[in-house]
């Protein structure tokens, strides 16, 4: 297994730009998450989804749009991007089973720098 | 806000000694607990999960957990320099399956040869 899996590891946008990050988990877990880190800071939640076809929004979300096709995949859509955004992104997935839920396994992160 | 606080660090000890690292927490209904560790530059890695009172071994590792005082802890016997990273506390934040962690900021340990 591959587990999660990132790309692009580094992108550097210019202020405006749109991009996607992907994201995918070959480990047929139900719930996956979006993440940003800044410097210093703890993970703070973007979007999250328990399944396909359903998302919702996390503690940070403005500024990000998320879709949820199938049970590996989970896309993150940045649209007009502000320097605010530079951070480091990591997804991440859990199984559903009872207490598993919560026991996340991370991607290795992609670096977006904002210009 | 729920919210999982925890000293930032840096936390010094010597190689070979015990590594204490302290959490709390806000929600006092938080069911689930965990542990991350974080090398510089990579992704967060799952150590420890502990669900109930009381202490809970893995090798070097031992998570305590105490809902009443809302505190959980992680303590790491006979510290080696590859311990040195930054240790995520991490807290279910609601009642159910579907509601997601809430991080800590983070512990810096620095063990030293």
């Known amino acids: 297994n591959a587990g999660v899996t990132q790309t692009p590891k580094f992108r550097i946008l210019k202020i405006g730009q749109s991009m996607t990050l992907q994201c995918a988990q070959d480990?047929?877990?139900?719930?996956m998450y979006w993440y940003r880190q800044d410097p210093g800071m703890g993970l703070k939640l973007i979007y999250y989804?328990?399944?396909?076809?359903?998302?919702d929004k996390g503690e940070v979300p403005n500024g990000y749009n998320v879709s949820r096709s199938t049970t590996e995949d989970f896309p993150l859509r940045l649209e007009l991007a502000a320097p605010s955004q530079t951070s480091v992104y990591f997804c991440?997935?859990?199984?559903?089973?009872?207490?598993?839920?919560?026991?996340?396994?991370f991607g290795p992160g992609t670096r977006l720098t904002v210009l | 806000q729920k919210e999982v606080e925890q000293n930032s660090g840096p936390l010094s000890v010597p190689e070979g000694a015990i590594a204490s690292l302290n959490c709390t927490y806000s929600?006092?209904?938080?069911?689930?607990f965990f542990w991350y560790r974080q090398y510089s530059g990579k992704s967060p890695e799952l150590i420890m999960s502990?669900?109930?009172?009381g202490d809970k071994e893995d090798g070097r590792f031992t998570a305590q957990l105490n809902k009443a005082s809302q505190y959980v802890s992680l303590l790491i016997r006979d510290s080696q320099p590859s311990d040195s990273a930054t240790y995520l506390c991490?807290?279910?934040?609601?009642?159910?399956?579907?509601?997601?962690?809430?991080f800590g900021k983070g512990t810096r340990l620095s063990v030293i040869a």
């Open positions: 480990m047929n877990h139900n719930y």
């Open positions: 991440a997935s859990s199984p559903r089973q009872l207490r598993s839920y919560n026991e996340q396994f």
């Open positions: 929600d006092r209904g938080s069911q689930s």
């Open positions: 991490a807290v279910n934040a609601g009642h159910s399956g579907n509601t997601p962690l809430v």
């Open positions: 502990i669900y109930s009172n």
């Open positions: 989804s328990v399944g396909a076809g359903i998302t």
